[in-house]
């Protein structure tokens, strides 16, 4: 069965850390580009942070830059995001993705296989 588990979220004071982690079952990450994406309650789903390819471009929101970072392990076939330097507006359920790559350099428009979601909630 094909499906993308996230886990790792959960209430943080603000200035913490989190590290979320999406297992992939039934096909391997390591060929797809990987995302992870955000939706606040009221609010439009954002992308928060990507990455192209195997070994291609990450790249991450503005809103993210500098706190946030995606990495990946093939051999367990996870994707990771760590988020550092938490605010209260990081608050969302955070969602990871898989989709075919399009380009070394390009994040695909659309995603294949989405995971579950997983609160994140950033408060004192």
């Known amino acids: 069965q094909v499906q993308l588990v996230e886990s790792g979220g959960g209430l943080v004071q603000p200035g913490g850390s989190l590290r979320l982690s999406c297992a992939a079952s039934?096909?391997?990450?390591?060929?797809?580009?990987i995302g992870w994406f955000r939706q606040a309650p009221g609010k439009e789903r954002e992308g928060v942070s990507c990455?192209?390819?195997?070994?291609?471009?990450?790249h991450y929101a503005d809103s993210v830059k500098g706190r946030f970072t995606i990495s990946r392990d093939n051999a367990q076939n996870t994707v990771y995001l760590q988020m550092n330097g938490l605010k209260t507006e990081d608050t969302a359920v955070y969602y990871c993705?898989?989709?075919?790559?399009?380009?070394?350099?390009?994040?695909?428009?659309?995603?294949?296989?989405w995971g579950q979601g997983t609160q994140v909630t950033v408060s004192s």
């Open positions: 039934g096909f391997s990450l390591e060929h797809y580009a």
């Open positions: 993705a898989a989709g075919i790559p399009i380009s070394p350099i390009r994040c695909p428009q659309t995603y294949t296989y």
């Open positions: 990455k192209s390819s195997r070994d291609g471009s990450t």
